[in-house]
Antibody
Framework: QVQLVQSGAEVKKPGASVKVSCKAS????????ISWVRQAPGQGLEWLGW????????YYSQKFPGRVTMTTDTSTTTVYMELGSLTSDDTAMYYC????????????????????WGQGTLVTVSS | DIVLSQSPDSLSVSLGERATINCKSS????????????LAWYQQKPGQPPRLLIY???TRESGVPDRFSGSESGTDFTLTISSLQAEDVAVYYC?????????FGQGTKVEIK
């Protein structure tokens, strides 16, 4: 069965960076892309960006200019999301989520809703 | 950015009754080349990640009970729960994947009356 297992909670100081991992299993890693979505406490959902499991192509939301980086390690089928220059506004639960459409669709799987989600990683930014 | 406005913000419905959630998009989510609306619905229960219910505005995800259905009329989208069950208490979100950045509605909280 498809599983996305994320790394544990993090506490960071303002100005620092955080790197969250998402280990995928139960499917062919290179056939799908992964997005990252965050949710501030008691708030709604916000998309950060997407990375292809096939060729590492990325697309980042322009709301995070130069602050977010997504990478993959195909040998361990793990996706990483690093967010830098943290402020208290970045305190949130961060989720990885698999795109429903495979990379072999017309849009290389980018234009997809999210069918499987990780359990979430709480990132707290506090001085 | 595309803005999705959900209504109502919260909804209280008796068990077995119908629940209807609306999502209005600030622009069309329809792609003529494939005749699809790029709109999804999710259910989120406390302490859990969201769960995909509906995609392409009206296609039910595998394993989702058939009491959940989606429909569209232009830029207005609707999620209907035909007969509310206790396990349907949750927050529901719509999401567009037509134009980046992907965006979500603000959520609708569904409770039992």
């Amino acid at each position: 069965q498809v599983q996305l297992v994320q790394s544990g909670a993090e506490v960071k100081k303002p100005g620092a960076s955080v790197k969250v991992s998402c280990k995928a299993s139960g499917y062919i890693f290179s056939n799908y892309g992964i997005s990252w979505v965050r949710q501030a406490p008691g708030q709604g959902l916000e998309w950060l960006g997407w990375i292809s499991g096939y060729n590492d192509n990325t697309y980042y939301s322009q709301k995070f200019p130069g602050r977010v980086t997504m990478t993959t390690d195909t040998s361990t089928t793990t996706v990483y999301m690093e967010l830098g220059s943290l402020t208290s506004d970045d305190t949130a639960m961060y989720y990885c989520a698999r795109g429903l459409n495979s990379v072999y669709t017309d849009s290389s799987g980018f234009y997809s809703p999210f069918d499987f989600w990780g359990q979430g990683t709480l990132v707290t930014v506090s001085s | 950015d595309i803005v999705l406005s959900q209504s109502p913000d919260s909804l209280s419905v008796s068990l077995g009754e119908r629940a209807t959630i609306n999502c209005k998009s600030s622009q069309s989510l329809f792609y003529r080349s494939n005749n699809k609306n790029y709109l999804a619905w999710y259910q989120q229960k406390p302490g859990q990640p969201p769960r995909l219910l509906i995609y392409w505005a009206s296609t039910r995800e595998s394993g989702v009970p058939d009491r959940f259905s989606g429909s569209e009329s232009g830029t207005d989208f609707t999620l209907t729960i035909s007969s509310l069950q206790a396990e349907d208490v949750a927050v529901y979100y719509c999401q567009q994947y037509f134009s980046t950045p992907w965006t979500f509605g603000q959520g609708t909280k569904v409770e039992i009356k």
